[in-house]
């Protein structure tokens, strides 16, 4: 990227740690408003379905402000495979984050849900007796999408628990499980975003290729910047100038430049005590060296002098292991991921299918992991009439009709492999991740387990509606071409769609004796 592209964001401070919008790229929780009136259903199992139909239909009637938006919606019964309810269900349109449900869906069909990345630390040869690697200390990636700094220091911690004093060599990173294409198919549709949720990805990856800019108040005093996680001389803070003002409204401005070998940071502005800290995520451009400046710099704080620049390149086959990170098990990973619409941890994803199910040796593509999610998908049963183009949904990378995306559901759902840990990982409606503010008080709380989807034009809601263990409703309602400030319209109308899918479950139950 060229040195001269310069991002300056501006963001203005209305309340302590603010969930700033990310633009195209964010998932938000904000409550749809939908009618909330109490429903009931007809208890009569034909004039129940009929009410169903009557109810959805209007939903959609009833938000003249949607007229342009195309709109593809589906339900059916689980058990019956029964359709509830249609509206132009065969339409292709871009699914947003709904995309993470086949990223998903394949993962758990492809890799197992105990499935873990595994990240290690060898030397070419260590001396026990002075605590001296003669030659090189290499880390080898896997693709973990959850390592953090504190694993990095926890790798550090295991490396100088080993006896290790200083390296002669380099510290080499292996980042060769992925190849060296970074940046997930469509992430070049907007290449000066500089945000964390369109971060870079390599198998050798640490705090989701995001440094994160902190700044805090301090009364009577300028206000403190930090930078985390510590990269060394990669992300350099040239300038810090942010006054603590009670008196003026906090406004905060980042200059982000990247140059040819590291990331400038420049950060101004003013803020109020009360706002509290204000923070942002800003992606590095070169993740592996920025992963490796991270670790080297664990390393140099723990007493380990290493005196040459990173290298890069395979772990030889003689090399003897020091230490290992592993992750949390694939189930709980797609929780993360699903329930905080993580794009990173989804496209990290997308490439280590690939990796896994690549049939030749050598470094896994994009092009890998798209191959291996349609076979995953195919297996399920769907045909290859879609567009699928990475595996978060970010910009325009999809086109897939309710029809397909409820065969899918329904699919997963079926098989004991992929539905328990599918389902497990979908927001909970009215108790958390990007649902934690809708349906709150109404019958749909805690009943609706859904995955959210948001662009610029684009709201996407699809999973499952269920009032007990038997009978269990999975539906999409995707709507595309949404006219300027009428997300929040759709949002109503889906949340209102939802309030009737539960009240039919409800009048179908019989009562307990």
Do not use: C
């Amino acid at each position: 990227m060229s040195s001269r592209l310069v991002l300056v964001l501006v963001l203005a401070v209305v309340g302590p740690r603010q969930a700033w919008s990310q633009g195209t790229g964010s998932d938000d929780d904000e409550a749809g408003a939908g009618s909330g009136s109490a429903l009931v259903a007809p208890k009569d199992s034909k004039a129940r379905g009929d009410w169903l139909r009557e109810k959805l239909a209007a939903a959609i009637a009833a938000r003249p402000a949607l007229g342009h938006a195309k709109i593809s919606a589906l339900v059916i019964d689980l058990g019956s495979g029964h359709e509830l309810f249609a509206h132009a269900p065969d339409e292709a349109l871009n699914l947003a984050s709904n995309a993470k449900l086949l990223t998903t869906t394949a993962a758990l069909e492809t890799l197992g849900s105990g499935f873990r990345w595994r990240t290690a630390v060898f030397a070419d040869d260590l001396d026990d007796a002075t605590g001296i690697v003669r030659g090189n200390l290499y880390v080898r990636g896997r693709g973990d999408p959850t390592l953090a700094a504190t694993d990095l220091r926890a790798l550090a911690d295991d490396v100088a628990a080993r006896g290790v004093r200083a390296i002669d060599g380099q510290l080499v990173v292996d980042a060769s499980y992925f190849d060296t294409d970074v940046d997930p198919p469509h992430f070049a549709d907007q290449p000066k975003e500089r945000a964390g949720y369109r971060a870079p990805v390599a198998s050798f990856g640490v705090a989701k290729s995001a440094v994160t800019v902190t700044v805090t108040g301090v009364p009577g005093a300028d206000a403190v910047v930090r930078v985390e996680p510590d990269a060394g001389d990669y992300v350099r803070l040239v300038k810090a100038d942010v006054k603590t003002d009670d008196t003026k409204p906090t406004k905060i401005e980042v200059k982000a430049k990247p140059k040819k070998d590291h990331l400038e940071l420049e950060v101004t502005g003013v803020i109020r005590v009360r706002d509290g800290s204000w923070d942002h995520r800003f992606r590095v451009d070169d993740p592996a060296r920025f992963a490796g400046e991270v670790l080297r710099a664990a390393l140099v704080a723990r007493g380990v002098k290493i005196g040459r620049a990173i290298g890069s390149g395979p772990v030889p086959v003689a090399a003897k292991p020091l230490a290992q990170h592993e992750s949390a098990p694939l189930s709980l990973v797609v929780r993360e991921m699903n329930k905080l619409s993580d794009n990173y941890v989804a496209e990290s994803l997308l490439k280590t299918i690939g990796a896994e199910t690549r049939a030749t040796p050598g470094a896994a593509t994009w092009n890998d992991g798209l191959t291996a999610v349609r076979a995953a998908l195919a297996k399920l049963g769907l045909p290859p009439t879609y567009r699928y183009e990475n595996g978060s949904g970010l910009y325009a990378a999809t086109a897939i009709s309710a029809r397909q995306l409820v065969a899918v559901l329904r699919a997963a759902h079926a098989d004991f492999r992929i539905g328990p840990d599918l389902v497990a990982s979908l927001p909970v409606g009215g108790e958390d991740g990007t649902l934690a503010k809708r349906w709150h008080g109404r019958a749909a709380a805690g009943r609706v387990r859904a995955k959210t989807g948001t662009l610029d034009a684009v709201v996407t809601l699809a999973g499952f509606v269920g009032v007990d263990g038997d009978h269990l409703l999975a539906f999409a309602i995707l709507a595309n071409d949404i006219p300027a400030g009428q997300r929040s319209a759709e949002r109503a109308m889906a949340d209102d769609m939802v309030d009737a899918m539960v009240a039919y479950l409800t009048a179908g139950i019989s009562s307990p004796p």
